[in-house]
């Protein structure tokens, strides 16, 4: 079996006939016979492109993110799938959430939380392991980053984010932002969910935990769809020093932002969409 991942739901498509994208995120890492998913979409594309020959029933594992809904809608398709499934995630991740968005001069909130509940989860079958730190899987393969430090003074929780504490809603800390890191052939690849704790500072985490400075593939969401000029270059200019092979970021990057590492890692860049497959060996 080949090493690879596949990305399962993206805001993009690829050309294939019957395939859907949405806005969401869900990839399938496959390591010598472990199977692990990572984040679920919003549930639509996870159902559909099943065309692509996948088997729920068959993973290992589930690890989330955070506690969005189009990172965590999947879920109720997958525990249908695979009722005794392993969810790995952070406790915070099970926090109600909402943003507030400012549409045609008017303020809105948006519930933006994880839709399925803790006890349904859990009476479905499935077995929650909560993360506090990292973890390793595969063997030793696969790197759950746990909790990421705030160490690059040009990221930080974005506003606009909310989630409730006490009864209360405050702003969004994304204490539950988790990413992958994978070992294969070619060195080590990163995963983001989103990056609400920011990219560089994900990368910084992984660098601290494996000891690596040089990455083969960096993908998944790196949030800088709303973010400044400034901001973007500082990140690029920070991603240039860990010198990935290969990127394949989108999702809630942002157009813009996706076609800026395109022109910045010339021969590098890919467009991440719904079927794509990647190789790790």
């Known amino acids: 079996m080949p090493e690879q991942i596949t990305i399962l739901s993206e805001n993009r498509c690829a050309l294939s006939r019957g395939l859907i994208a949405e806005h969401g995120f869900s990839a399938l890492i496959e390591l010598d016979g472990f199977k692990l998913l990572f984040d679920s979409g919003q549930g639509m594309a996870l159902r559909q492109n099943q065309i692509l020959g996948?088997?729920?029933?068959?993973i290992d594992g589930l690890v989330l993110s955070h506690g969005h809904f189009d990172h965590t809608g999947g879920m109720g398709y997958a525990l249908e799938k695979n009722p005794r499934l392993k969810i790995y995630l952070h406790p915070a991740a099970l926090l109600k959430r909402k943003a507030r968005k400012e549409i045609a001069g008017r303020e809105?909130?948006?519930?933006?939380?994880?839709?399925?509940?803790?006890?349904?989860m859990e009476s479905r079958g499935a077995e929650l392991n909560f993360i506090?730190?990292?973890?390793?899987?595969?063997?030793?393969?696969?790197l759950v980053s746990g909790p990421i430090p705030l160490r690059v003074d040009f990221e930080k929780p974005e506003a606009g984010f909310f989630v409730?504490?006490?009864?209360?809603?405050?702003?969004?800390?994304?204490?539950?932002?988790?990413?992958?890191?994978?070992?294969g052939k070619n060195g080590v690849s990163v995963i983001f969910g989103c990056a609400h704790r920011g990219?560089?500072?994900?990368?910084?985490?992984?660098?601290?935990?494996?000891?690596?400075s040089k990455f083969d593939l960096v993908m998944g969401g790196m949030h800088l769809l709303m973010s400044g000029p400034e901001q973007v270059n500082q990140t690029l200019d920070a991603l240039a020093s860990?010198?990935?092979?290969?990127?394949?970021?989108?999702h809630?990057?942002?157009?813009?932002?996706?076609?800026?590492?395109?022109?910045?890692?010339?021969?590098?860049?890919?467009?991440?969409?719904?079927?794509?497959?990647?190789?790790?060996?």
């Open 252 to 281: 809630c990057t942002g157009d813009f932002v996706q076609l800026q590492i395109a022109q910045r890692f010339p021969g590098r860049f890919s467009f991440p969409s719904s079927g794509m497959k990647i190789a790790l060996d």
């Open 199 to 212: 990219a560089i500072n994900t990368l910084k985490r992984i660098e601290e935990l494996w000891g690596v």
């Open 164 to 183: 409730e504490r006490e009864g209360k809603l405050v702003p969004d800390d994304f204490a539950d932002d988790l990413a992958l890191a994978i070992k």
């Open 132 to 142: 506090e730190r990292h973890l390793e899987l595969a063997g030793g393969r696969i």
């Open 108 to 120: 809105i909130e948006v519930e933006i939380g994880m839709p399925m509940a803790r006890a349904e």
């Open 54 to 58: 996948y088997d729920l029933s068959k």
């Open 242 to 250: 860990y010198n990935p092979s290969r990127l394949a970021v989108g």
